[in-house]
């Protein structure tokens, strides 16, 4: 059956209306670049590129032109429509009939970009971007007769946003809870780790009161396990860095354009309007095809400063706005669930919005993908700061950086042992991400958890050579309420796993078990009981005259400075070997300063368990643009991001 609707006349607008017409469509034969030319809806010397670049990478015109932003992708595809002969469905203007939806296939019309629309003549009227593949497609899925119109990717994207968003919330809020439980900090607590913990902390303060220096011993020794686990982690990623470093560099896949998959990247924004600018400017230097880039800005449905900021903004066709209703959570992993429904991609990474990521980053994590076989579900690219040099917190914050993401990551991964992923940069196979339940909304660092609910369904993580550069953050209010959040969230993660933890064992596996207490569980005992070195050093000195010159003493003393020592060593110079292999020059001096660092750790820890006794689920989220470098950048990205003349007429 034959579509019996065609275009009428077009008002100013761009709109479009429809009337009944019983003669067949006269479809124009000429090329789809000589019509868009006919229509002045590009330039000859626009289109001469296009077709030069089209020779090379095989791929459709259109998606080289939309791909690159050198035309509207509604105007595309309506004149597509236009030369085809086939009628053009503005959505916005003639929406589909919402008794056609259903809430189930919301997943099949965002992967096949068509929807029904209409009831024409006993046949459901679908509209579709790529109308030829769909109607394959639903041959394959269904035996009534349809018909099938062109419409345009933000038409589909309008029409599920407006029907379905309350679905997806629903999606996006629980998900992972309602597949497993067990997974989810929804509540932190089980009925028997409650109990278990209460007694814990009975028994410590019963024994603190009644034997305080033997609880103070107990808490001794406990610290100082913490610490010599993760010094010996430290030292064992040095010795795995220099054999690493020895290794020839990863080659960047041999793929042709054609043949890359299609990308999705997700960036949520919250309040980012003044750093939005740096970030497309970065996304527009990456060495992969527009075409093949499927981009998703995240943005809050509050946030109405960053929503007019991004739309004022020189967008290509490659980027979609994804609106978050507002609802609770309100934390990024939630609104990165809410927008993988809409993703396209094969693969799919997710960037912050300061984020600058390296150029070549795409092309080595599809070659790593290609050699890692169907169990690798994630890359972690390596984060770095191009701020670092701004004051002693920044350059701080770049030599932890530099040790965790050039040195233990690598080792963990080398071994293939679960790790904390890296919140952002993380790259990922889009069928395994939802196969395993996507992000935990309720987990304010959903990254660390992601990282060990792969490692327990049986993937495999690695890391990237390719760094993305960051900002840094250089004030320490903000850094406080940054670090606090990261480690409630693995303080969130470490009650989750050990909520069962013989299950833990079973799924991890006893490396890999061991390897999350000490990661994870020694990280944030150390962070917490740091302080208590301090305190027990000076116990031992200054508690009594005669009793300080007794061997217990002196045996106290010296084994808390000697853990002290040894756990700052391996901090120190895993610190100094990251920078050394990243280039950092001028920090052996800054190193020293390294124990003043570790008690601002500390103080955001102890924020940490107060919010997770009184806020478990708040984002506090962290500022960005507050660097001194960072107006550099803005001028000349607000320069390349807002030029005139765009969209073209």
């Known amino acids: 059956m034959r579509a019996t609707i065609i275009p009428t006349e077009e008002n100013d607008t761009g709109q479009e209306g429809f009337q009944e017409q ?75 009939d919402i008794t056609l939806l259903r809430a189930e296939d919301v997943e099949f019309y965002l992967q096949e970009q068509c929807l029904p629309w209409r009831e024409k003549n006993g046949a459901i009227a679908y509209v579709a971007v790529d109308p030829l593949k769909s109607s394959k497609r639903m041959s394959e899925k269904f035996e009534q007769p349809f018909l099938f119109y ?17 679905h997806l919330t629903c ?34 303060a019963l024994s603190a009161f009644a034997k305080p220096q033997i609880a103070f011993l107990i808490f001794n020794a406990c ?29 960047v896949t041999s793929r042709s354009d054609s043949k890359l998959p299609l990308y999705t ?34 943005l809050e449905a509050t946030d109405q400063a960053t929503i007019e900021a991004a739309k004022k903004m020189r967008l290509p066709g490659n980027v979609e706005l994804i609106i978050v209703p507002a609802s ?21 990474v997710v960037y912050d919005a300061e984020d600058i990521p390296g150029p070549g980053q795409l092309r080595e994590a599809v070659e790593a993908f290609d050699r890692g076989g169907e169990l690798l579900a994630c890359l972690q690219a390596p984060l770095a700061y191009y701020n670092w040099t701004e004051n002693w917190l920044t350059r701080h914050f770049a030599i932890e950086y530099a040790a965790i993401f050039d040195l233990l990551l690598p080792t963990l991964a080398r071994f293939s042992q679960p790790f904390p992923l890296g919140g952002t940069s993380t790259h990922f196979r889009t069928s395994i991400l939802r196969s395993i339940g996507a992000w935990d909304p309720f987990n304010v660092t959903e990254d660390a958890d992601l990282g060990i609910r792969l490692h327990e369904a049986g993937y495999k993580s690695d890391v990237l050579s390719t760094p993305t550069l960051e900002e840094a953050n250089c004030q320490t209010r903000s850094w406080v309420r940054q670090r606090s959040r ?68 002196a045996m106290l003393f010296f084994f808390n400075a000697s853990v002290l020592l040894l756990g700052f060593s391996a901090t120190m110079l895993a610190g100094l070997a990251g920078a050394y292999a990243r280039g950092l020059t001028g920090l052996g001096a800054h190193v020293l300063t ?19 006794i009184f806020e478990p689920h708040v984002w506090e989220k962290t500022d960005h643009g507050l660097s001194n470098m960072t107006e550099k950048q803005l001028v000349t990205a607000r320069r390349d991001a807002y030029k005139p003349g765009f969209p073209p007429k």
């Open 171 to 204: 999606v996006a809020q629980d998900y992972l809870r309602s597949r497993s439980k067990e997974s989810s900090a929804d509540q932190l607590l089980s009925a028997k780790q409650t109990v278990v913990l209460s007694v814990l902390i009975a028994l410590i």
């Open 265 to 298: 990247i997700m960036i949520p924004l919250l309040r980012e309007a003044n750093v939005l600018p740096i970030l497309v400017t970065a996304l527009q230097k990456l060495d992969y095809p527009p075409s093949k880039l499927d981009i998703k800005l995240i």
């Open 22 to 96: 019983t003669t067949p469509f006269r479809v124009d034969k000429t090329l789809i670049g000589q019509h868009l030319l006919s229509k002045r809806l590009l330039d000859k010397t626009t289109l001469e590129n296009a077709l030069r670049r089209q020779d090379a990478s095989h791929l459709r015109i259109g998606e080289e032109l939309i791909g690159r932003g050198e035309i509207r992708a509604f105007d595309f595809y309506r004149s597509l429509a236009d030369q085809q002969g086939r009628p053009f469905i503005n959505l916005r203007l003639t929406p589909p």
């Open 594 to 612: 390294m124990p003043l660092y570790w008690l601002l750790i500390s103080f955001s820890a102890y924020r940490a368990v107060f919010q997770l």
């Open 150 to 166: 062109q419409t345009s990717p933000l038409d589909i994207l309008w029409a599920v946003q407006t029907e379905f968003s309350a």
């Open 328 to 348: 609770l959570p309100t934390t990024k992993p939630k609104a990165c669930n809410y927008a993988l429904a809409f993703a396209r991609g094969e693969l799919l």
């Open 486 to 553: 990261w480690l409630k969230g693995w303080m969130q993660t470490y009650f989750v796993r050990m909520r069962r933890p013989r299950r833990a064992i079973r799924q991890l596996g006893a490396m890999g078990f061991l390897t999350f207490q000490v990661a994870i569980g020694a990280f944030i005992l150390s962070a917490l009981l740091h302080p208590l070195f301090y305190i027990a050093i000076f116990y031992a000195i200054t508690f009594d005259a005669e009793q300080s010159a007794s061997l217990g003493m």
């Open 223 to 251: 610290a100082a396990i913490a610490f010599l686990a993760l010094a010996a982690l430290r030292f064992l990623s040095m010795d795995v860095a220099r054999s690493r470093n020895r290794k020839s560099p990863v080659k």
